[in-house]
């Protein structure tokens, strides 16, 4: 008995979502299935993805230009929040979930479907993100999943399809699973599954090896207007423009590597591989651009929320109450967010060298230890003793 009439696929034009189609139709009783591949900027050539959907047995096949959204509505809003997961992983991929799950919906609804379907397995974060995602966009949408249930290894997943007609030119395919869009790649799987084997060149696209970068550092300036990066080296940039520049830039120099042991969702720890050149520069740059405009206790109380974003996107909670109320919060803080940051890009490395804003809360005057200093020394032996009164209060009274 089929679960759906019709179903809208996230597909990728992968072994596991191509299947997917016969698989819907055969097994589950689908009797039409669209496909969605969403662009986000991963540099892939999309007609022939959709192409071969149609092949495949969809009666449509539709590809959705996202990368200005994915830019502008999910990565610059982490980039205010200075998202980290575990204080590492930029959530490159963890924020395009969110948004596909959002385009699935819509189609769901312009084509009168009653479910949506993704090859997500049972083991990933990837298919938390997507289920939760569409049950708080639309709750009355079914969701499919059957890479998550048919219990088929890779080979006998291309039997499976080459038993319904479906062709795959190349069946050595590579170790890893790598995910790919504009803001970054994660890879894992094969070789790095063994936390101790060191990746080898052959897993980075966006990043050269430090032997291979320049042997003079190179400075780049970054403006930022209210928290969104919107200029660099001075010239204002577009935001699918920035990252595009950013990446090209920071890869050069070897910028933007992630090798990390990670808590997924699901209870497991994964080695994962992350390459993000420009988010994670962006990310250093705005946090720097911070600690200049804003005050010490909404710098500090901040970092408590951003963490909790960090955990809520990762676990895939964008559309949450608490994630909505989280967003008021940090773009309240942004307000005065607003100045240049200079970094310095030098094998690997990515430092802060210089900041400045017409916003900004340091005095010169204040901080200087010249002759210049008009800062009230005097002040400072009251300021020390009623600052210090609990402790000296509490002392007396631990010693009688």
């Given at each position: 008995?089929?679960?759906?009439?019709?179903?809208?696929?996230?597909?990728?034009?992968?072994?596991?979502?191509?299947?997917?189609?016969?698989?819907?139709?055969?097994?589950?009783?689908?009797?039409?299935?669209?496909?969605?591949?969403?662009?986000?900027?991963?540099?892939?050539?999309?007609?022939?993805?959709?192409?071969?959907?149609?092949?495949?047995?969809?009666?449509?096949?539709?590809?959705?230009?996202?990368?200005?959204?994915?830019?502008?509505?999910?990565?610059?809003?982490?980039?205010?929040?200075?998202?980290?997961?575990?204080?590492?992983?930029?959530?490159?991929?963890?924020?395009?979930?969110?948004?596909?799950?959002?385009?699935?919906?819509?189609?769901?609804?312009?084509?009168?479907?009653?479910?949506?379907?993704?090859?997500?397995?049972?083991?990933?974060?990837?298919?938390?993100?997507?289920?939760?995602?569409?049950?708080?966009?639309?709750?009355?949408?079914?969701?499919?999943?059957?890479?998550?249930?048919?219990?088929?290894?890779?080979?006998?997943?291309?039997?499976?399809?080459?038993?319904?007609?479906?062709?795959?030119?190349?069946?050595?395919?590579?170790?890893?699973?790598?995910?790919?869009?504009?803001?970054?790649?994660?890879?894992?799987?094969?070789?790095?599954?063994?936390?101790?084997?060191?990746?080898?060149?052959?897993?980075?696209?966006?990043?050269?090896?430090?032997?291979?970068?320049?042997?003079?550092?190179?400075?780049?300036?970054?403006?930022?207007?209210?928290?969104?990066?919107?200029?660099?080296?001075?010239?204002?940039?577009?935001?699918?423009?920035?990252?595009?520049?950013?990446?090209?830039?920071?890869?050069?120099?070897?910028?933007?590597?992630?090798?990390?042991?990670?808590?997924?969702?699901?209870?497991?720890?994964?080695?994962?591989?992350?390459?993000?050149?420009?988010?994670?520069?962006?990310?250093?740059?705005?946090?720097?651009?911070?600690?200049?405009?804003?005050?010490?206790?909404?710098?500090?109380?901040?970092?408590?929320?951003?963490?909790?974003?960090?955990?809520?996107?990762?676990?895939?909670?964008?559309?949450?109450?608490?994630?909505?109320?989280?967003?008021?919060?940090?773009?309240?803080?942004?307000?005065?967010?607003?100045?240049?940051?200079?970094?310095?890009?030098?094998?690997?490395?990515?430092?802060?060298?210089?900041?400045?804003?017409?916003?900004?809360?340091?005095?010169?005057?204040?901080?200087?230890?010249?002759?210049?200093?008009?800062?009230?020394?005097?002040?400072?032996?009251?300021?020390?003793?009623?600052?210090g009164l609990p402790t000296r209060v509490w002392s007396e009274k631990l010693r009688g």
């Amino acid at each position: 008995m089929g679960r759906a009439e019709k179903v809208v696929l996230a597909y990728s034009g992968g072994v596991d979502t191509t299947v997917c189609i016969p698989y819907l139709m055969n097994e589950w009783g689908v009797k039409d299935v669209i496909t969605l591949a969403a662009d986000l900027g991963q540099g892939d050539e999309l007609e022939p993805i959709r192409q071969k959907a149609l092949k495949a047995g969809v009666k449509e096949s539709l590809v959705a230009d996202l990368t200005e959204e994915f830019i502008k509505d999910y990565a610059f809003p982490a980039i205010q929040a200075n998202a980290l997961y575990e204080n590492r992983y930029p959530l490159s991929t963890a924020l395009a979930r969110p948004l596909i799950a959002k385009a699935l919906v819509e189609a769901a609804d312009r084509y009168g479907a009653d479910a949506v379907a993704h090859g997500c397995t049972g083991k990933g974060n990837d298919q938390v993100r997507f289920d939760v995602a569409i049950a708080a966009l639309n709750p009355n949408l079914k969701v499919l999943a059957p890479a998550r249930e048919w219990g088929m290894g890779r080979e006998e997943t291309i039997a499976y399809g080459e038993k319904t007609g479906l062709e795959f030119p190349v069946k050595k395919s590579s170790p890893y699973s790598i995910d790919r869009n504009l803001l970054g790649r994660s890879i894992e799987a094969g070789p790095l599954e063994d936390p101790m084997t060191e990746p080898l060149e052959e897993v980075f696209l966006m990043t050269e090896a430090i032997e291979n970068t320049p042997d003079a550092p190179e400075y780049v300036e970054i403006g930022f207007t209210q928290g969104l990066p919107t200029h660099l080296n001075g010239q204002a940039v577009g935001p699918v423009e920035l990252i595009t520049q950013l990446n090209a830039i920071a890869g050069r120099h070897g910028v933007g590597r992630i090798d990390m042991i990670e808590n997924r969702l699901v209870g497991i720890k994964s080695r994962e591989i992350y390459e993000a050149p420009a988010l994670l520069v962006l990310i250093d740059a705005h946090r720097d651009l911070e600690s200049l405009t804003l005050t010490a206790d909404v710098t500090q109380y901040k970092r408590g929320i951003e963490e909790t974003y960090s955990r809520l996107v990762y676990n895939g909670l964008w559309y949450s109450p608490l994630k909505l109320a989280l967003d008021a919060f940090i773009q309240q803080t942004q307000e005065r967010v607003t100045g240049i940051v200079r970094v310095k890009l030098f094998k690997g490395n990515c430092r802060v060298v210089g900041r400045q804003s017409d916003l900004a809360l340091y005095s010169e005057a204040l901080a200087t230890y010249s002759s210049d200093d008009q800062f009230d020394h005097r002040a400072a032996e009251g300021f020390i003793y009623v600052w210090g009164l609990p402790t000296r209060v509490w002392s007396e009274k631990l010693r009688g």
